[in-house]
């Protein structure tokens, strides 16, 4: 992209100074980034709709490279892919930074992300092997103890050289089965102890009524502190009704690497039925529009 990147780090707070829902979406490659650059449409407010912020999942950056979504992808690796992300768009970028690791990798992790110009990022507060919190209590999932993340925390921000930059405590109660009560109580000691700059209430139910509850609860104790939702599982509640309840940035959090498992399975199926590739030719992007579309970004 064209943009300096403490320029683009600055972007988020900007964003959220607006105080309007900030939409974002994975991205894992540079190619999908041209994806979500060139999304438009006209959404249900009858406005265009496009989407503001990337989010880099370690869950798709895992998959990319076909491993578990168990840290197995370390940081280098992470970097690469986003670093194809930075050359082709100018939208800020969030990055999804698991449990964080142990405080003093952490505070490199911080530096490491700010240099690129990275807006902010999201750590777990969960300890040992790192489980996908989708699977919620079918896999074990350990909450790490309040200090000792209030300590990763403080870290990150003293390792900090901007003040722009943001980092956000994603809370794991609700996934670990430990209800609203105990998700509130960790989020304000991260706040008010660990010096987080915002919080991700995070929910694998498919219903949105526990989630809406506490992000309304969050907001009555915490009306200044931005709050992150990803609905992948309770995808039934709106961005109106989200950010109604309170929430400030909504996260699209896998939907895309989703999206093109189906459809280049789908293209390959066809193409072995019909023992050539003639079948699949409306389905496909031609080849002359990839082209214009990667060339046309490579001279930016």
Not at 90 to 114: C, N, W
């Amino acid at each position: 992209g064209g943009i300096r990147p403490g320029d683009r780090l600055a972007t988020l707070r900007s964003l959220l100074a607006a105080g309007r829902l900030i939409r974002t979406i994975e991205v894992h490659s540079g190619f999908s980034a041209l994806v979500v650059d060139k999304a438009r449409a006209i959404g249900p407010d009858g406005r265009e709709a496009a989407f503001d912020m990337l989010w880099s999942s370690s869950l798709t950056s895992s998959a990319i490279k076909g491993k578990p979504d168990i840290e197995v992808v370390d940081t280098t690796e992470r970097v690469q892919i986003i670093e194809d992300v930075l050359e082709v768009t100018d939208k800020p970028v969030l990055y999804d930074g698991d449990t964080g690791g142990e405080k003093e990798i952490f505070r490199f992790t911080v530096r490491r992300l700010e240099r690129l110009g990275i807006s902010g990022v999201v750590i777990e507060d969960k300890r040992g092997l790192k489980q996908n919190s989708l699977f919620g209590t079918e896999r074990q999932q350990q909450l790490e103890d309040v200090q000792v993340f209030c300590d990763k925390i403080r870290a990150g921000k003293r390792a900090q050289e901007t003040t722009e930059f943001m980092i956000f405590a994603r809370l794991e109660a609700l996934i670990a089965g430990c209800g609203e009560d105990e998700c509130i109580r960790r989020g304000l000691a991260y706040v008010r102890e660990g010096g987080a700059d915002g919080v991700m209430l995070h929910s694998k139910e498919k219903d949105p009524a526990e989630l809406l509850s506490a992000l309304r609860r969050w907001r009555k104790q915490m009306p200044e502190v931005p709050v992150v939702v990803a609905p992948t599982t309770y995808n039934v509640v709106t961005e109106a009704e989200l950010h109604a309840a309170g929430a400030n940035i909504c996260i699209y959090a896998n939907q895309l690497i989703r999206a093109s498992y189906v459809s280049m399975l789908d293209t390959a199926n066809k193409i072995l039925e019909a023992g050539r590739s003639k079948e699949v030719d409306g389905q496909i992007l031609p080849t002359k529009e990839m082209i214009t579309l990667i060339d046309d970004h490579a001279g930016k």
